[in-house]
């Protein structure tokens, strides 16, 4: 039986190999990586077959996960060009067009871009995909099935994909907890306890609210009593360019996928 197979064996492969795991994914799972360590012990965590052939490794792809950063994604297609029959090729490679992923690995082979989180380890994870206009109806029902297993999926138009990645990524929450953690210390709190409450303020709040049907809109006016220092807090934070400090980080994130566009 041909394998799925990961070009790539860092952190989100990992992320990804554990995810499918924890909801034990039967499937054959296979992973090229120029270096042994990274391969025992993805083969140790994970028990999946390692390969150091990526001429070996493309031979026994039903489904192809391109999980290299993308700087590196068009010395990989200079490699495996010589593919001549029909493959499902995956990028992982934020910013990289599938237009120009096509140019340089046409039909037979059909591309998809998936942007998969870390948090899929845990099962937890969330997926935006794009696909080909090409793309085969069976595939996608795979491929929606597969990053399923880890999290929950959304499709969406490739033009979307890049402002997606920008904002989903957990780095935004863990950027704040670390913020407002450390600015509860300043104020006075242990740092255990500072973490805690940070913790409660950010991930327990929006967990309350997935779970609630009340919109975020209404959570927000409930929060914010007039008078009240939770709204004394927002306020100050506006005033201080809290929101705009946001945007200017998708911004900067943007332009560093529209950099990625360019490298094939």
Sequence with gaps: MKAIVFVGGGRITSALLAGLRLANF???LLVYDHHPEKLRRLGKLYRIKAEQSLPRALLQARILIIAVRPASVSHLLREIRVINRPLVAISLAAGIPLANLQKRLPAPVRWARAMPSPACRAGRGLTALAFAHDFPAAAKREIRNLFGLVGPVLEISERKLDAFTVTYSCSHGYHAL???????????LDRKTAVIAAAHALADGIMAWRD???SLQALVREAATPGGIAAGVMGAMDRAGYKKVVMRG???GLSRTRENSKLI
Aim: charged residues 25%.
């Design 26 to 28: 039967r499937g054959p």
């Design 178 to 188: 670390s913020t407002l953690s450390a600015a509860a210390e300043e104020l006075g």
């Design 212 to 214: 609630s049907k009340v």
């Design 250 to 252: 998708l911004e900067a």
